[in-house]
Nanobody
């Protein structure tokens, strides 16, 4: 089983920065796709950023040029650096691990979420 633990959320003023971390247990982190989602009540869950096992990244248009996703396979950790934060970035941010096993079956795991609030 895989457990994901997010940290780093909090209250920040507009224009500020935060770094989220997601630490994973188990041995499949380095060969898994890692993603950050966010959910704000009243809105749909949004895929914010993803990073492949090879390091390829992708971002939602709403966060491009402001957020950076990275991973440290030695630490089994994925990061989300957020800068130039806006009130509309307020949400619970969730870490997701997606792994395809040798039989072609997909497995997904979620963290508990960390609240990010952008407000003056």
């Amino acid at each position: 089983q895989v457990q994901l633990v997010e940290s780093g959320g909090g209250l920040v003023q507009p224009g500020g920065s935060l770094r989220l971390s997601c630490a994973a247990s188990g041995s499949i982190f380095s060969i898994s796709l890692m993603r950050w989602y966010r959910h704000n009540p009243g809105n749909q869950r949004e895929l914010v950023a993803s990073i492949s096992s090879g390091g390829s990244t992708d971002y939602a248009d709403s966060v491009k040029d402001r957020f950076t996703i990275s991973r440290d396979n030695a630490k089994n950790t994925v990061y989300l650096e957020m800068s130039s934060l806006k009130p509309e970035d307020t949400a619970v941010y969730y870490c997701n691990l997606k792994h395809t096993d040798t039989f072609g079956r997909e497995h997904g795991y979620w963290g508990q979420g960390t609240q990010v609030t952008v407000s003056s």
